[in-house]
Protein backbone atom coordinates (compact mmCIF):
# COMPACT_ATOMS: atom_id res chain seq x y z
CA UNK A 1 0.00 0.00 0.00
CA UNK A 2 1.04 3.19 -1.13
CA UNK A 3 1.46 6.41 0.94
CA UNK A 4 -1.33 8.08 -0.58
CA UNK A 5 -3.46 4.63 -0.59
CA UNK A 6 -2.75 4.92 3.37
CA UNK A 7 -3.93 8.45 4.13
CA UNK A 8 -7.25 7.41 2.12
CA UNK A 9 -7.28 4.60 4.34
CA UNK A 10 -7.39 6.05 7.24
CA UNK A 11 -9.33 8.81 6.78
CA UNK A 12 -11.65 6.47 5.82
CA UNK A 13 -11.48 4.59 9.21
CA UNK A 14 -11.28 7.92 11.08
CA UNK A 15 -14.47 9.05 9.32
CA UNK A 16 -16.95 5.50 8.86
CA UNK A 17 -15.35 3.39 11.35
CA UNK A 18 -13.80 0.00 11.51
CA UNK A 19 -16.28 -1.62 9.46
CA UNK A 20 -15.89 0.41 6.18
CA UNK A 21 -12.35 -0.75 5.67
CA UNK A 22 -11.02 -4.01 5.00
CA UNK A 23 -7.52 -5.27 4.68
CA UNK A 24 -7.29 -8.76 5.41
CA UNK A 25 -6.23 -10.50 2.19
CA UNK A 26 -8.44 -13.41 2.86
CA UNK A 27 -11.50 -10.70 2.48
CA UNK A 28 -10.12 -9.11 -0.46
CA UNK A 29 -8.88 -11.97 -2.97
CA UNK A 30 -12.02 -13.22 -4.04
CA UNK A 31 -12.86 -9.88 -5.38
CA UNK A 32 -9.62 -9.46 -7.16
CA UNK A 33 -10.39 -11.14 -9.91
CA UNK A 34 -13.35 -11.34 -12.99
CA UNK A 35 -16.02 -13.92 -12.97
CA UNK A 36 -14.93 -15.35 -16.23
CA UNK A 37 -11.50 -15.66 -14.82
CA UNK A 38 -9.33 -13.36 -17.66
CA UNK A 39 -8.64 -10.74 -15.56
CA UNK A 40 -6.57 -11.07 -11.68
CA UNK A 41 -5.95 -7.43 -10.10
CA UNK A 42 -4.07 -6.36 -6.88
CA UNK A 43 -6.30 -4.34 -4.69
CA UNK A 44 -4.06 -3.32 -0.87
CA UNK A 45 -7.80 -2.35 0.36
CA UNK A 46 -11.36 -2.32 0.06
CA UNK A 47 -13.43 0.35 1.02
CA UNK A 48 -17.04 -0.33 2.26
CA UNK A 49 -19.48 2.23 2.98
CA UNK A 50 -22.97 1.76 4.30
CA UNK A 51 -24.35 4.44 3.01
CA UNK A 52 -24.72 7.40 0.29
CA UNK A 53 -23.35 9.27 2.83
CA UNK A 54 -20.76 7.21 3.20
CA UNK A 55 -19.95 6.40 -0.47
CA UNK A 56 -20.08 10.32 -0.80
CA UNK A 57 -16.98 11.08 2.06
CA UNK A 58 -15.39 8.47 0.47
CA UNK A 59 -15.18 10.08 -2.91
CA UNK A 60 -14.08 13.59 -1.48
CA UNK A 61 -11.38 11.63 0.49
CA UNK A 62 -9.95 9.54 -2.75
CA UNK A 63 -10.30 12.96 -4.82
CA UNK A 64 -8.25 14.87 -2.33
CA UNK A 65 -5.15 11.97 -1.85
CA UNK A 66 -5.79 11.03 -5.75
CA UNK A 67 -6.20 7.29 -4.84
CA UNK A 68 -8.46 5.85 -7.68
CA UNK A 69 -11.18 3.59 -7.11
CA UNK A 70 -13.26 0.84 -8.83
CA UNK A 71 -16.40 0.46 -7.75
CA UNK A 72 -17.94 -3.43 -7.37
CA UNK A 73 -21.69 -5.03 -6.86
CA UNK A 74 -21.30 -8.73 -7.50
CA UNK A 75 -18.83 -9.28 -9.83
CA UNK A 76 -20.66 -10.20 -12.29
CA UNK A 77 -18.92 -8.44 -14.75
CA UNK A 78 -18.25 -10.29 -18.43
CA UNK A 79 -15.74 -7.67 -19.51
CA UNK A 80 -13.48 -7.19 -16.47
CA UNK A 81 -15.12 -3.95 -16.01
CA UNK A 82 -15.03 -4.36 -11.68
CA UNK A 83 -11.28 -5.91 -11.49
CA UNK A 84 -8.63 -3.49 -9.98
CA UNK A 85 -5.71 -3.08 -12.07
CA UNK A 86 -2.90 -5.55 -11.13
CA UNK A 87 -0.48 -3.20 -10.30
CA UNK A 88 -2.27 -2.16 -6.88
CA UNK A 89 -2.64 0.81 -8.10
CA UNK A 90 -6.49 1.11 -6.88
CA UNK A 91 -8.60 0.14 -4.19
CA UNK A 92 -11.84 -1.46 -4.57
CA UNK A 93 -14.86 0.31 -3.15
CA UNK A 94 -17.67 -2.30 -2.39
CA UNK A 95 -21.62 -1.54 -2.60
CA UNK A 96 -22.66 -4.39 -1.18
CA UNK A 97 -23.51 -2.94 1.68
CA UNK A 98 -25.97 -0.11 0.54
CA UNK A 99 -28.86 -3.33 0.27
CA UNK A 100 -31.79 -1.66 1.08
CA UNK A 101 -35.27 -1.55 -1.07
CA UNK A 102 -35.83 2.07 0.43
CA UNK A 103 -39.71 1.56 -1.15
CA UNK A 104 -41.67 -0.05 -3.06
CA UNK A 105 -44.90 1.06 -4.06
CA UNK A 106 -47.60 -1.31 -6.27
CA UNK A 107 -50.11 2.07 -6.79
CA UNK A 108 -46.98 3.89 -8.37
CA UNK A 109 -45.28 0.46 -9.87
CA UNK A 110 -41.77 1.80 -8.48
CA UNK A 111 -39.14 1.01 -6.73
CA UNK A 112 -36.32 2.38 -4.95
CA UNK A 113 -33.51 0.16 -4.55
CA UNK A 114 -30.02 0.83 -3.28
CA UNK A 115 -26.93 -0.22 -5.54
CA UNK A 116 -26.37 -3.29 -3.32
CA UNK A 117 -29.49 -4.88 -3.36
CA UNK A 118 -29.41 -8.21 -5.18
CA UNK A 119 -31.78 -8.48 -8.25
CA UNK A 120 -33.28 -11.78 -7.09
CA UNK A 121 -33.82 -9.99 -3.62
CA UNK A 122 -35.76 -7.29 -5.22
CA UNK A 123 -37.16 -9.68 -7.47
CA UNK A 124 -39.13 -11.29 -4.23
CA UNK A 125 -40.02 -8.19 -3.02
CA UNK A 126 -41.66 -7.78 -6.00
CA UNK A 127 -43.36 -10.32 -6.14
CA UNK A 128 -44.73 -9.70 -2.23
CA UNK A 129 -46.74 -6.78 -3.83
CA UNK A 130 -48.32 -7.79 -6.52
CA UNK A 131 -45.36 -6.68 -9.06
CA UNK A 132 -42.07 -7.59 -10.69
CA UNK A 133 -39.67 -6.19 -12.05
CA UNK A 134 -38.83 -6.97 -15.38
CA UNK A 135 -35.48 -7.70 -15.75
CA UNK A 136 -33.75 -10.94 -15.32
CA UNK A 137 -30.45 -12.80 -16.24
CA UNK A 138 -28.66 -15.64 -15.26
CA UNK A 139 -26.45 -13.69 -12.66
CA UNK A 140 -29.63 -12.79 -11.07
CA UNK A 141 -28.67 -14.56 -7.87
CA UNK A 142 -25.32 -12.36 -7.31
CA UNK A 143 -25.77 -9.54 -9.67
CA UNK A 144 -26.76 -6.22 -8.04
CA UNK A 145 -28.68 -3.07 -8.92
CA UNK A 146 -25.85 -1.07 -8.95
CA UNK A 147 -23.78 -3.23 -11.56
CA UNK A 148 -27.08 -3.49 -13.76
CA UNK A 149 -27.32 0.16 -13.95
CA UNK A 150 -24.38 1.26 -14.84
CA UNK A 151 -23.60 -1.13 -17.67
CA UNK A 152 -27.38 -0.69 -18.90
CA UNK A 153 -27.83 -4.59 -18.63
CA UNK A 154 -30.22 -5.84 -20.92
CA UNK A 155 -31.33 -9.66 -20.36
CA UNK A 156 -33.59 -12.10 -21.39
CA UNK A 157 -36.82 -9.68 -21.69
CA UNK A 158 -35.87 -6.72 -23.27
CA UNK A 159 -38.03 -8.37 -26.28
CA UNK A 160 -40.95 -6.10 -24.35
CA UNK A 161 -39.91 -4.30 -21.70
CA UNK A 162 -36.38 -2.92 -22.46
CA UNK A 163 -32.84 -2.41 -20.59
CA UNK A 164 -31.98 -0.86 -17.92
CA UNK A 165 -31.87 2.20 -18.86
CA UNK A 166 -35.89 2.38 -20.22
CA UNK A 167 -36.44 0.64 -16.65
CA UNK A 168 -34.87 3.50 -14.70
CA UNK A 169 -37.19 6.34 -13.99
CA UNK A 170 -34.41 8.49 -11.17
CA UNK A 171 -30.94 8.20 -10.27
CA UNK A 172 -28.81 8.71 -7.16
CA UNK A 173 -25.69 9.10 -7.28
CA UNK A 174 -21.69 10.54 -6.14
CA UNK A 175 -19.90 12.32 -8.34
CA UNK A 176 -16.20 11.77 -8.34
CA UNK A 177 -15.52 15.02 -6.08
CA UNK A 178 -17.68 13.71 -3.54
CA UNK A 179 -21.23 15.47 -4.50
CA UNK A 180 -24.51 13.96 -4.44
CA UNK A 181 -26.94 13.89 -7.75
CA UNK A 182 -29.87 13.85 -6.18
CA UNK A 183 -31.81 12.40 -9.16
CA UNK A 184 -34.26 9.45 -7.61
CA UNK A 185 -37.49 11.02 -7.71
CA UNK A 186 -39.20 9.91 -11.05
CA UNK A 187 -40.68 12.71 -12.84
CA UNK A 188 -42.49 11.66 -16.18
CA UNK A 189 -41.51 15.56 -17.51
CA UNK A 190 -38.04 17.39 -16.96
CA UNK A 191 -36.70 19.42 -19.10
CA UNK A 192 -33.86 20.88 -17.29
CA UNK A 193 -31.09 20.41 -19.68
CA UNK A 194 -28.64 17.77 -19.98
CA UNK A 195 -29.94 14.66 -18.57
CA UNK A 196 -27.25 13.40 -15.86
CA UNK A 197 -29.65 10.05 -15.35
CA UNK A 198 -29.14 8.65 -18.33
CA UNK A 199 -25.33 10.08 -18.57
CA UNK A 200 -24.64 7.61 -15.45
CA UNK A 201 -26.50 4.83 -16.58
CA UNK A 202 -24.71 2.76 -18.88
CA UNK A 203 -21.09 4.66 -17.52
CA UNK A 204 -19.69 1.54 -16.02
CA UNK A 205 -18.62 3.65 -12.49
CA UNK A 206 -15.99 5.73 -14.76
CA UNK A 207 -18.37 9.23 -14.15
CA UNK A 208 -19.53 8.75 -10.48
CA UNK A 209 -21.17 6.16 -8.23
CA UNK A 210 -24.91 5.06 -8.33
CA UNK A 211 -26.06 4.64 -5.28
CA UNK A 212 -29.70 4.28 -5.37
CA UNK A 213 -32.11 3.82 -8.55
CA UNK A 214 -35.94 4.13 -9.28
CA UNK A 215 -36.91 1.02 -11.04
CA UNK A 216 -40.35 0.94 -13.13
CA UNK A 217 -42.26 -2.52 -11.74
CA UNK A 218 -45.13 -4.12 -13.87
CA UNK A 219 -48.17 -6.18 -12.35
CA UNK A 220 -47.11 -9.70 -11.51
CA UNK A 221 -47.54 -12.09 -14.21
CA UNK A 222 -50.99 -14.15 -13.54
CA UNK A 223 -49.79 -16.52 -16.03
CA UNK A 224 -46.66 -17.38 -18.22
CA UNK A 225 -46.36 -20.50 -20.76
CA UNK A 226 -42.57 -21.28 -22.26
CA UNK A 227 -42.25 -23.45 -25.11
CA UNK A 228 -38.85 -25.12 -26.52
CA UNK A 229 -38.88 -24.77 -30.48
CA UNK A 230 -36.79 -26.60 -33.04
CA UNK A 231 -36.03 -24.35 -36.37
CA UNK A 232 -34.05 -25.13 -39.75
CA UNK A 233 -32.02 -21.79 -39.39
CA UNK A 234 -31.65 -18.38 -37.71
CA UNK A 235 -34.18 -16.96 -40.89
CA UNK A 236 -36.76 -19.50 -39.94
CA UNK A 237 -36.37 -18.43 -36.05
CA UNK A 238 -36.88 -14.51 -37.14
CA UNK A 239 -39.72 -15.36 -39.49
CA UNK A 240 -41.24 -17.35 -36.26
CA UNK A 241 -41.19 -14.05 -34.29
CA UNK A 242 -42.40 -11.91 -36.83
CA UNK A 243 -45.37 -14.27 -36.76
CA UNK A 244 -46.10 -14.05 -33.22
CA UNK A 245 -45.28 -10.82 -32.96
CA UNK A 246 -48.16 -9.81 -35.28
CA UNK A 247 -51.05 -11.99 -33.46
CA UNK A 248 -50.01 -10.88 -30.26
CA UNK A 249 -48.29 -8.83 -27.77
CA UNK A 250 -47.47 -11.03 -24.92
CA UNK A 251 -44.29 -12.72 -26.25
CA UNK A 252 -41.41 -11.37 -24.17
CA UNK A 253 -38.47 -13.64 -23.98
CA UNK A 254 -37.42 -15.35 -27.30
CA UNK A 255 -33.65 -16.87 -27.29
CA UNK A 256 -32.06 -18.61 -29.91
CA UNK A 257 -29.55 -21.46 -29.36
CA UNK A 258 -28.01 -23.36 -31.85
CA UNK A 259 -27.60 -27.23 -31.76
CA UNK A 260 -23.75 -26.92 -30.85
CA UNK A 261 -24.44 -25.23 -28.07
CA UNK A 262 -27.44 -27.61 -26.92
CA UNK A 263 -25.32 -29.91 -26.90
CA UNK A 264 -22.38 -28.40 -25.25
CA UNK A 265 -25.35 -27.72 -22.15
CA UNK A 266 -25.92 -31.79 -21.82
CA UNK A 267 -22.55 -32.68 -21.63
CA UNK A 268 -21.72 -30.18 -19.03
CA UNK A 269 -24.24 -28.85 -17.09
CA UNK A 270 -25.33 -31.84 -14.77
CA UNK A 271 -29.46 -33.16 -14.43
CA UNK A 272 -29.86 -31.23 -18.10
CA UNK A 273 -31.83 -33.09 -20.83
CA UNK A 274 -32.96 -32.49 -24.02
CA UNK A 275 -36.77 -30.51 -24.60
CA UNK A 276 -37.30 -32.07 -28.01
CA UNK A 277 -36.76 -35.71 -29.61
CA UNK A 278 -34.53 -36.00 -32.31
CA UNK A 279 -31.87 -33.59 -33.69
CA UNK A 280 -32.80 -30.22 -34.44
CA UNK A 281 -29.44 -27.29 -35.80
CA UNK A 282 -31.21 -24.34 -34.05
CA UNK A 283 -33.89 -24.01 -31.11
CA UNK A 284 -35.72 -21.02 -29.82
CA UNK A 285 -37.16 -20.99 -25.92
CA UNK A 286 -39.92 -18.78 -25.99
CA UNK A 287 -42.15 -17.18 -22.66
CA UNK A 288 -45.41 -15.82 -23.12
CA UNK A 289 -47.30 -13.84 -19.94
CA UNK A 290 -50.08 -12.17 -19.23
CA UNK A 291 -51.04 -9.83 -16.30
CA UNK A 292 -54.84 -10.69 -16.54
CA UNK A 293 -56.10 -13.56 -15.17
CA UNK A 294 -59.67 -13.48 -17.32
CA UNK A 295 -57.01 -13.21 -20.59
CA UNK A 296 -56.36 -16.25 -23.08
CA UNK A 297 -53.93 -18.72 -21.09
CA UNK A 298 -50.28 -18.45 -22.43
CA UNK A 299 -50.35 -22.24 -22.96
CA UNK A 300 -53.21 -22.15 -25.34
CA UNK A 301 -52.02 -19.06 -26.60
CA UNK A 302 -48.61 -20.57 -28.10
CA UNK A 303 -50.37 -23.95 -29.01
CA UNK A 304 -52.64 -21.87 -31.26
CA UNK A 305 -50.03 -19.85 -32.61
CA UNK A 306 -47.29 -22.99 -33.37
CA UNK A 307 -49.84 -25.46 -34.57
CA UNK A 308 -50.27 -23.13 -38.15
CA UNK A 309 -45.96 -23.12 -38.10
CA UNK A 310 -45.73 -26.68 -37.18
CA UNK A 311 -47.94 -27.75 -40.23
CA UNK A 312 -46.35 -25.26 -42.85
CA UNK A 313 -42.90 -26.44 -42.37
CA UNK A 314 -41.81 -23.50 -40.81
CA UNK A 315 -41.17 -25.31 -37.15
CA UNK A 316 -39.94 -28.50 -37.02
CA UNK A 317 -41.22 -29.58 -33.75
CA UNK A 318 -42.10 -27.74 -30.48
CA UNK A 319 -43.76 -28.56 -26.85
CA UNK A 320 -45.05 -26.64 -24.50
CA UNK A 321 -43.71 -27.00 -20.77
CA UNK A 322 -46.32 -28.52 -18.85
CA UNK A 323 -45.51 -26.80 -15.18
CA UNK A 324 -43.55 -24.65 -13.73
CA UNK A 325 -40.62 -26.93 -13.15
CA UNK A 326 -40.69 -28.09 -16.28
CA UNK A 327 -40.51 -24.32 -18.10
CA UNK A 328 -37.89 -23.38 -15.33
CA UNK A 329 -35.79 -26.43 -16.42
CA UNK A 330 -36.10 -25.01 -20.26
CA UNK A 331 -34.86 -21.66 -18.77
CA UNK A 332 -31.63 -23.23 -17.06
CA UNK A 333 -30.76 -24.72 -20.43
CA UNK A 334 -30.47 -21.14 -21.18
CA UNK A 335 -28.87 -19.57 -18.97
CA UNK A 336 -26.03 -22.10 -18.48
CA UNK A 337 -24.96 -21.25 -22.14
CA UNK A 338 -22.33 -19.15 -21.27
CA UNK A 339 -20.97 -21.97 -18.61
CA UNK A 340 -21.12 -24.34 -20.42
CA UNK A 341 -18.85 -23.20 -22.74
CA UNK A 342 -16.76 -21.83 -20.30
CA UNK A 343 -16.19 -25.68 -19.46
CA UNK A 344 -15.60 -26.80 -23.00
CA UNK A 345 -12.25 -25.40 -23.21
CA UNK A 346 -10.90 -21.60 -24.50
CA UNK A 347 -12.34 -19.50 -26.36
CA UNK A 348 -13.16 -15.54 -27.31
CA UNK A 349 -16.31 -14.19 -26.13
CA UNK A 350 -18.48 -11.33 -28.16
CA UNK A 351 -21.16 -9.58 -27.12
CA UNK A 352 -22.47 -8.01 -30.13
CA UNK A 353 -25.48 -6.49 -31.79
CA UNK A 354 -26.21 -5.97 -35.50
CA UNK A 355 -29.80 -4.83 -37.24
CA UNK A 356 -32.00 -7.37 -36.21
CA UNK A 357 -33.28 -8.28 -39.58
CA UNK A 358 -29.83 -8.90 -40.34
CA UNK A 359 -28.98 -10.73 -37.70
CA UNK A 360 -29.91 -14.46 -39.00
CA UNK A 361 -27.40 -13.88 -41.75
CA UNK A 362 -24.50 -12.63 -39.79
CA UNK A 363 -24.95 -15.79 -37.65
CA UNK A 364 -24.54 -17.80 -40.17
CA UNK A 365 -22.18 -15.78 -42.45
CA UNK A 366 -20.53 -14.49 -39.62
CA UNK A 367 -19.49 -17.80 -38.11
CA UNK A 368 -18.48 -19.30 -41.61
CA UNK A 369 -15.45 -16.66 -41.82
CA UNK A 370 -14.62 -17.20 -38.48
CA UNK A 371 -13.70 -21.09 -38.94
CA UNK A 372 -12.20 -19.90 -42.60
CA UNK A 373 -10.07 -17.53 -41.18
CA UNK A 374 -9.03 -19.75 -37.74
CA UNK A 375 -8.84 -23.12 -38.85
CA UNK A 376 -9.80 -25.55 -36.26
CA UNK A 377 -11.74 -23.29 -34.54
CA UNK A 378 -15.21 -22.93 -33.96
CA UNK A 379 -17.73 -20.40 -34.13
CA UNK A 380 -21.34 -20.33 -32.79
CA UNK A 381 -23.96 -17.58 -31.94
CA UNK A 382 -26.74 -17.58 -29.04
CA UNK A 383 -29.39 -14.90 -27.32
CA UNK A 384 -31.29 -12.14 -28.05
CA UNK A 385 -32.69 -12.75 -31.37
CA UNK A 386 -35.49 -10.41 -31.73
CA UNK A 387 -33.13 -7.03 -30.00
CA UNK A 388 -30.59 -7.80 -32.95
CA UNK A 389 -28.15 -9.09 -30.25
CA UNK A 390 -25.97 -12.12 -29.82
CA UNK A 391 -22.91 -13.91 -27.70
CA UNK A 392 -21.08 -14.78 -30.71
CA UNK A 393 -18.52 -17.40 -29.35
CA UNK A 394 -15.20 -18.76 -31.13
CA UNK A 395 -13.44 -21.60 -29.70
CA UNK A 396 -10.26 -22.29 -29.75
CA UNK A 397 -9.26 -25.25 -31.70
CA UNK A 398 -8.90 -29.06 -30.26
CA UNK A 399 -5.38 -29.23 -28.10
CA UNK A 400 -4.78 -25.70 -27.93
CA UNK A 401 -2.83 -24.38 -25.30
CA UNK A 402 -5.31 -22.09 -23.29
CA UNK A 403 -2.36 -19.41 -22.05
CA UNK A 404 -0.85 -19.14 -25.73
CA UNK A 405 -4.14 -19.11 -27.63
CA UNK A 406 -5.71 -15.95 -25.34
CA UNK A 407 -2.49 -14.29 -25.34
CA UNK A 408 -1.81 -14.18 -29.19
CA UNK A 409 -4.96 -15.66 -31.12
CA UNK A 410 -7.86 -14.58 -29.31
CA UNK A 411 -7.02 -11.11 -30.10
CA UNK A 412 -6.78 -11.16 -33.23
CA UNK A 413 -10.11 -13.35 -33.55
CA UNK A 414 -12.02 -10.38 -31.67
CA UNK A 415 -10.17 -7.92 -34.22
CA UNK A 416 -11.82 -10.04 -37.09
CA UNK A 417 -15.33 -10.58 -35.46
CA UNK A 418 -15.23 -6.77 -34.75
CA UNK A 419 -14.50 -5.72 -38.01
CA UNK A 420 -17.64 -7.99 -39.17
CA UNK A 421 -19.83 -6.30 -36.80
CA UNK A 422 -18.97 -2.88 -37.55
CA UNK A 423 -18.94 -4.03 -41.40
CA UNK A 424 -22.67 -5.09 -40.57
CA UNK A 425 -23.72 -1.75 -38.98
CA UNK A 426 -23.52 -3.12 -35.79
CA UNK A 427 -22.24 -2.48 -32.18
CA UNK A 428 -19.32 -4.31 -29.82
CA UNK A 429 -20.75 -3.94 -27.27
CA UNK A 430 -24.58 -5.13 -26.94
CA UNK A 431 -25.23 -5.44 -23.27
CA UNK A 432 -22.00 -6.53 -21.07
CA UNK A 433 -20.11 -3.27 -21.72
CA UNK A 434 -16.74 -2.17 -22.47
CA UNK A 435 -14.92 -2.85 -19.17
CA UNK A 436 -11.08 -3.33 -19.69
CA UNK A 437 -11.89 -6.29 -22.15
CA UNK A 438 -13.16 -3.96 -25.46
CA UNK A 439 -11.52 -0.72 -24.34
CA UNK A 440 -8.72 -1.07 -27.19
CA UNK A 441 -11.04 -2.01 -29.59
CA UNK A 442 -13.62 0.67 -28.56
CA UNK A 443 -10.96 3.12 -29.45
CA UNK A 444 -9.74 1.68 -32.60
CA UNK A 445 -13.20 1.39 -33.83
CA UNK A 446 -15.50 3.99 -32.54
CA UNK A 447 -16.18 7.15 -34.11
CA UNK A 448 -13.67 10.45 -33.53
CA UNK A 449 -16.86 12.31 -33.13
CA UNK A 450 -17.83 10.19 -30.61
CA UNK A 451 -14.66 9.23 -28.55
CA UNK A 452 -13.79 12.61 -28.19
CA UNK A 453 -17.14 13.10 -26.83
CA UNK A 454 -16.76 10.68 -24.19
CA UNK A 455 -13.25 11.54 -23.28
CA UNK A 456 -14.72 15.41 -22.71
CA UNK A 457 -17.05 14.11 -20.11
CA UNK A 458 -14.74 11.96 -18.69
CA UNK A 459 -12.17 14.62 -18.33
CA UNK A 460 -14.79 17.67 -17.16
CA UNK A 461 -16.01 14.82 -14.58
CA UNK A 462 -13.82 13.06 -13.13
CA UNK A 463 -9.99 15.06 -14.34
CA UNK A 464 -8.39 13.30 -11.95
CA UNK A 465 -8.68 9.85 -13.46
CA UNK A 466 -9.66 8.43 -10.32
CA UNK A 467 -13.26 6.61 -11.03
CA UNK A 468 -12.80 3.05 -12.44
CA UNK A 469 -9.00 3.44 -13.88
CA UNK A 470 -8.57 1.52 -16.86
CA UNK A 471 -12.26 0.97 -18.10
CA UNK A 472 -14.46 2.14 -21.06
CA UNK A 473 -12.87 5.28 -21.68
CA UNK A 474 -8.99 6.22 -21.01
CA UNK A 475 -7.60 9.44 -20.65
CA UNK A 476 -4.21 10.22 -22.32
CA UNK A 477 -3.07 10.26 -18.23
CA UNK A 478 -5.03 7.26 -16.78
CA UNK A 479 -4.36 3.36 -16.89
CA UNK A 480 -4.97 1.65 -19.90
CA UNK A 481 -6.08 -2.06 -20.05
CA UNK A 482 -3.25 -4.53 -21.06
Known amino acids: MNTAQSALVEAVRATLGE ?29 APGDTA ?69 HDAAARAGRRFPLTLGARGSATIGGLASTNAGGTQVLRFGTMRGLIAGVEAVLPDGTVHDGVIALKKDNRGYDLNQLLIG ?29 TDPEAALALLRRLEARTDTIEGFEIVSGDSLARVLEHIPATRSPLAGQHPWHVLIEATVADARAEAPAALLERLLAPAIAAGDVADAVIAANETQADAFWRIRDSLSEAERAGGPAVQHDISVPVA ?125
Request: net charge neutral; proline share 7%.
Open 54 to 122: GVAAVLALANAHGVPLVPQGGNTSMVGGATPPADGSALILSLRRLNRIRSLSAQDNLAVAEAGVILADL
Open 203 to 231: AEGTLGIITAVTLRLVPAAADRAVAWVGV
Open 358 to 482: GMPRFMIEGAAAAEARFPGSHATAFGHLGDGNVHFHVRAPAGSDPARWYAEDAPVVTRFVHDLVVAAGGSISAEHGIGQMKLRELERLSPPARLAAQRAIKGALDPSGIMNPGKLVALASAPRAP
Open 19 to 47: KAVITNRDDIAPWENDWRGRYHGHAPAML
